[in-house]
Structure formats: structure tokens, C-alpha cells
């Protein structure tokens, strides 16, 4: 099975993260997505973090009507960093079968060779590459690319976090339920 993953912080989830899926899940002819919630990824200090229970709780109430999509806890580290190569290789292991595509924005090309085990990921990971306004959708990095088109979608975690603590509308940032949730525990 071809399974495109995709993982991060969605600290919230929101509805860039889901057009992501989509298309990914459309252009690269993929038969799944699994969201991969990240536990404790290194690259990231934020003191604004909504806990991991929490995160993944409100992407189950995201994923309710997809589905092609579904949520992976592969990447609950605990305190331990969170690193895309562990990740990969567990999930090779775990699901020799299926062949794994890692989706990714465009913005993140320049940050890859920062990655732990850079080397490993260029041999052993196929990226799947979102188009984001702003950035060259190109790279020079040796690797296994397969660039895919999207809509350009205008929202961020950040932004909806500010949003959040303003007492703001969330209306077509987020799923309806993950607003009701984020009102709720907020």
C-alpha cells in the first residue's frame, strides 16, 4: 500500500494540514495518509505547545470524515526527541508492505539537512514535496523528491494560537470540531 505520512506538531490541527493531505492523497495517487503527531520534535521550542493527548485528540475529531485518513502514534517519544529517521525505520519495520512517502511543504527543503541522520533520509526516504507560495519548489538536495501542486492555503498553527488567545473566531481555519474543542478546553 502507498501511505503518505504526514507528521508534525498540529499544535492545532488545521485546515492547511488537511488540504495538504488531500492533495497529496490525489496527485501522488497515494491509498492512505497517516498523520503523525510528533511527541517532542527538536527543531521546535514552543512554550504555547498544547499537550500530545490533546493535540491528537483534536485530530481524531479533524479526521472523523476522511476516510483515507487516519493517525499513527508511531512518533510518541515522551521525552526523547523525535527524530523523522527513527520514525521511518520503525515504520518500515512494523509495515514492511507498504511503501512511505513523507510530506512535507516546500519551506522545509532548506531545513532538511538539520535533520538527525540526514544521510540515512536522502537514501532511504521518499519526500513528497507540497508547492508553498514564496518558496522555489526545486532543490539541489540529493534525494528522493516527487514535487505535487496545491491550492495555496492561508493559514498557520501560530495564527490560529494568537487567534486563540485573542478570544477570536476560528470559522474556516479549522475543522468545526476542532473549534468546538479548542472552545471547550480553552
Known sequence: MKI?????????????????????????????????????????????????????????AALQNYPNFKISYADNTGN????????????????????????IGCDILPKLPQWHNWPWLQQNVNFAVANRPG????????????????????VSASQIRQKLKKGENLAGLVPKAVAEKLSEKL
Not at 508534525?8 to 488545521?14: A, R, Y
Not at 495517487?29 to 490533546?54: A, C, G, H, M, R
Not at 518558496?135 to 492561508?154: D, H, S, V
Request: net charge positive; charged share 20%.
Open 4 to 60: 503518505g505520512l504526514l507528521g508534525g506538531s498540529f499544535n492545532p490541527v488545521h485546515n492547511g494540514h488537511l488540504a495538504l493531505a488531500q492533495a497529496a492523497l490525489q496527485k501522488l495517487q497515494l491509498e492512505q495518509i497517516w498523520f503523525v503527531p510528533s511527541q517532542n520534535n527538536p527543531l521546535k521550542t514552543n512554550e504555547d505547545k498544547l499537550s500530545y493527548p490533546f493535540r491528537c485528540e483534536l485530530l481524531q
Open 80 to 103: 526523547k526527541p523525535s527524530y523523522t529517521d527513527q520514525l521511518i525505520k520503525k515504520l518500515q519495520q512494523k509495515y514492511p508492505q507498504h511503501q512511505f512517502y513523507f510530506i
Open 135 to 154: 518558496y522555489r519548489q526545486k532543490t539541489e538536495l540529493k534525494g528522493n523528491f516527487t514535487f505535487f501542486k496545491m491550492p495555496p492555503t492561508a
